[in-house]
Structure formats: structure tokens, C-alpha cells
């Protein structure tokens, strides 16, 4: 800890590190998500037997919520607590995605990928807030270091996961969809 620093900034060492693994795993959850959804939509389309156009709607829909709440996102954790915000974006993106693996059809599946790019914006809003109110100077930018390499990790895990999470799934032998958001 630097000593110049405020009382009110600095973290005891085991409370950083919650911190920034509280703040992180959200947004690797939003990576891994995006791509094993971006590498699955060719199955997608045949669980849902979409056409093209239909199919680029399941991407769409996530980046226009996202990017249309992400400011807004911001105002809310300035308001009501960067914490809340976090918090509320994780309960919203994982009901969302429960939303996705029940999809009957695949304009629910689209309403829900919505939905989650509402609480996926939330989720970096909040995550992007709490780091830089928990950490001061060097500690900063080593823990915004961190939070971009776990992003990182979720970026490169997603496609493989991708691949793997069906093949887990159907150990009895049986043929699954290779999308592990959505039941068919």
C-alpha cells in the first residue's frame, strides 16, 4: 500500500483479491458466452431449422441491448451502488440464459439473448466501476491488467468450449446440439 494513498481506498490484500475476482469472472462469463454462442450458430440454425437472417438476429439482439444499456448501466451504478449493479446485471444475464437453454423457439431465444445484453452491460458496467473505485495508481492498472487477461482467457476458452460442453453432456453416447444454451 502506498502510504500517500487515502484511508478509504486502500484494500487489505485478501479483499483485493475478492474484489477482483468478483469483477472479473462476470466478464469472462460474457466472453465465454459470446463466443461459444458466435462458434454454435450454424447448429443453432439447424435445431431451429432458422434461416440465415433469423439467425443473425440471436447476435443482434444481444449487441443492440448491450450497447443501448452500457451508458445507462453506468448512470444506474453511479446511483444506486456499483455493487447492486454488478450483482443485478449477474442475476439478469444468468436468468437470461436460463431463458436460452429453454427456448422453444427461436424468437424466444432472440427476446432472451436481449435480455441478456441488458444484464451483460450492467455486469461490465458495475465490474468496470468497482475496480476503479477499489484501486488507486499502480494497484489500478495491474488489477485492470488482471481483469483484461481473465477477459482474455474467456475470449480463447469460448470457442472450445464450444466443442466440448455437448460432447460432455452426451456421454451415454447420444447426439446433443452442439449449443449448450439451447435444448433441442
Keep these: 500500500m502506498v502510504t500517500g494513498e487515502p484511508t478509504a481506498t486502500r484494500l487489505r490484500p485478501r479483499h483485493g483479491l475478492l474484489v477482483l475476482l ?3 469472472m462476470p466478464a469472462c462469463m460474457l466472453q465465454l458466452d459470446n463466443n461459444i454462442v458466435s462458434v454454435s450458430l450454424p447448429a ?3 435445431s431451429f431449422d432458422a434461416s440465415f437472417a ?5 447476435i443482434t439482439a444481444y449487441l443492440l441491448s448491450f450497447a443501448s444499456f452500457l451508458l445507462p448501466a453506468g448512470t444506474l451504478a453511479d446511483r444506486f451502488g456499483r455493487k447492486e449493479v454488478l450483482i443485478t446485471g449477474l442475476s439478469i444475464f444468468s436468468l437470461a440464459s436460463l431463458a436460452c437453454a429453454a427456448a422453444p423457439d427461436l424468437t424466444t431465444l432472440i427476446v432472451a439473448r436481449a435480455v441478456q445484453g441488458a444484464g451483460g452491460a450492467m455486469m ?3 465490474s468496470l466501476a468497482a475496480l476503479s473505485h477499489a484501486f488507486q495508481g499502480p494497484a489500478r492498472a495491474r488489477a485492470f491488467a488482471f481483469w483484461g487477461t481473465v477477459i482474455g482467457a474467456g475470449m480463447a ?7 466440448w460442453l455437448p460432447s460432455g453432456w452426451a456421454g451415454n453416447g447420444r447426439s446433443v446440439s452442439i449449443h449448450p444454451l439451447v435444448r433441442r
Excluded: F, H, N, Q
Design 54 to 58: 433469423g439467425i443473425e438476429w440471436v
Design 44 to 46: 443453432i440454425g439447424r
Design 157 to 163: 476458452a469460448g470457442p472450445s468450449l464450444a466443442a
Design 124 to 126: 461490465i458496467s458495475g
Design 22 to 24: 468478483c469483477t472479473s
